[in-house]
């Protein structure tokens, strides 16, 4: 299978950047087509990183549907906390399907081509999903607010109605900054260079190949990070000095390690999505600094889903002893028709 040649890209990229800088871009036609550079140009790697990717994705669907099932069918997961785990879980698998599929057939064919509609159709999941998900993880970190610092009020504020509305909140919070973001791509034009370095569609690097005025939507963007990104992330970090502080201040070792047991699985949750994110878009974009602002985006896009479930699984007591109800249950099931 032939690959296609990472100096052949470059060249290209070259060419057309000397035709911009000459000033003769209104006599190129309009770009149709995005050439993703992916992870590396090394044939050799090629079919290994798409049997590792193709691993994770199967792994991160099948953990993520199973946290959905038991939350779904087993009563005692019915609480607000697994609620929101449900709904994690659910946005997980979507956020994965926007980037794996398509990367796992660029590994296998070679064909780092993506149209100019995908491409934007993939930004706006990746935007959707990535605001959702901030949302969701400051909602959850309320959650165990209210359950830690104000347990006799838990029941009552944390009501059926409310978990409704906060997720949908943060859904809808999601959908709508993105889309009116789209409405503003959607009138950028694209005449060259066509290369992208990257493996997905992320928003700098579309810009940096746009032709057009990029003022107005790097303006919205900023309109819209404080409530969409920092906002969510406040909310989280307040939440748990709170719960810190108030744990510290339970006398017994045995109830301070029962309190800190039901906040962990989260807590480790949120310091890999924000801590990967926060490296990703803080680090120098140089040349230099290039393959590991990759390695890390890989981090926040593929392994964060791919943790969510094991870590919930693995450190969670209830979702432990759900899943072993589950299991002694088909195992029923199994005798039953044998």
Same mark, same amino acid.
């Given at each position: 299978?032939?690959?296609?040649?990472?100096?052949?890209?470059?060249?290209?990229?070259?060419?057309?950047?000397?035709?911009?800088?000459?000033?003769?871009?209104?006599?190129?036609?309009?770009?149709?087509?995005?050439?993703?550079?992916?992870?590396?140009?090394?044939?050799?790697?090629?079919?290994?990183?798409?049997?590792? =990717? @193709?691993?994770?994705? &199967? *792994?991160?669907?099948?953990?993520?549907? !199973? $946290?959905?099932?038991?939350?779904?069918?087993?009563? +005692?997961?019915?609480?607000?906390?697994?609620?929101?785990?449900?709904?994690?879980?659910?946005?997980?698998?979507?956020?994965?399907?926007?980037?794996?599929?398509?990367?796992?057939?660029?590994?296998?064919?070679?064909?780092?081509?993506?149209?100019?509609?995908?491409?934007?159709?993939?930004?706006?999941?990746?935007?959707?999903?990535?605001?959702?998900?901030?949302?969701?993880?400051?909602?959850?970190?309320?959650?165990?607010?209210?359950?830690?610092?104000?347990?006799?009020?838990?029941?009552?504020?944390?009501?059926?109605?409310?978990?409704?509305?906060?997720?949908?909140?943060?859904?809808?919070?999601? =959908? @709508?900054?993105?889309? &009116? *973001?789209?409405?503003?791509?959607?009138? !950028? $034009?694209?005449?060259?260079?066509?290369?992208?370095? +990257?493996?997905?569609?992320?928003?700098?690097?579309?810009?940096?190949?746009?032709?057009?005025?990029?003022?107005?939507?790097?303006?919205?963007?900023?309109?819209?990070?404080?409530?969409?990104?920092?906002?969510?992330?406040?909310?989280?970090?307040?939440?748990?000095?709170?719960?810190?502080?108030?744990?510290?201040?339970?006398?017994?070792?045995?109830?301070?390690?029962?309190?800190?047991?039901?906040?962990?699985?989260?807590?480790?949750?949120?310091?890999?999505?924000?801590?990967?994110?926060?490296?990703?878009?803080?680090?120098?974009?140089?040349?230099?600094?290039?393959?590991?602002?990759?390695?890390?985006?890989?981090?926040?896009?593929?392994?964060?889903?791919?943790?969510?479930? !094991? $870590?919930?699984?693995?450190?969670?007591?209830?979702?432990?002893?759900?899943?072993?109800?589950?299991?002694?249950?088909?195992?029923?099931?199994?005798?039953?028709?044998?």
């Amino acid at each position: 299978m032939v690959q296609p040649n990472l100096s052949m890209f470059i060249t290209f990229h070259d060419h057309r950047m000397q035709l911009m800088e000459k000033g003769d871009v209104e006599n190129q036609t309009d770009v149709t087509e995005f050439i993703l550079l992916g992870l590396g140009d090394l044939p050799e790697l090629q079919i290994p990183l798409f049997l590792v =990717f @193709l691993v994770i994705y &199967i *792994v991160t669907m099948a953990g993520n549907f !199973l $946290i959905i099932a038991l939350v779904v069918t087993d009563q +005692h997961l019915h609480t607000p906390m697994y609620f929101f785990l449900g709904n994690l879980s659910c946005l997980e698998t979507c956020y994965t399907s926007a980037f794996l599929p398509r990367m796992l057939a660029s590994l296998l064919t070679g064909d780092r081509t993506i149209s100019v509609g995908g491409c934007k159709t993939q930004f706006f999941f990746f935007c959707f999903l990535a605001t959702t998900e901030c949302y969701l993880l400051a909602v959850m970190s309320y959650d165990r607010y209210l359950a830690i610092c104000k347990p006799l009020h838990y029941g009552t504020c944390m009501n059926g109605k409310l978990c409704l509305q906060l997720a949908a909140g943060c859904w809808i919070s999601g =959908f @709508l900054p993105c889309t &009116i *973001v789209m409405c503003f791509m959607s009138q !950028l $034009i694209f005449c060259g260079p066509s290369v992208m370095e +990257h493996f997905f569609c992320d928003l700098t690097p579309m810009l940096k190949l746009s032709c057009s005025d990029t003022s107005q939507i790097m303006l919205v963007l900023y309109i819209f990070s404080f409530p969409d990104a920092v906002s969510p992330f406040l909310l989280t970090l307040t939440s748990y000095v709170c719960i810190v502080s108030t744990i510290l201040r339970i006398p017994s070792t045995t109830g301070r390690q029962k309190a800190f047991s039901t906040c962990f699985s989260h807590l480790i949750v949120v310091t890999l999505f924000y801590g990967t994110i926060m490296i990703v878009y803080t680090l120098p974009k140089s040349s230099n600094l290039r393959a590991l602002n990759k390695v890390f985006s890989v981090c926040y896009t593929v392994l964060t889903p791919l943790a969510n479930p !094991l $870590i919930y699984s693995l450190r969670n007591r209830e979702v432990k002893e759900a899943l072993r109800k589950a299991v002694r249950k088909c195992l029923a099931l199994t005798k039953k028709s044998d």
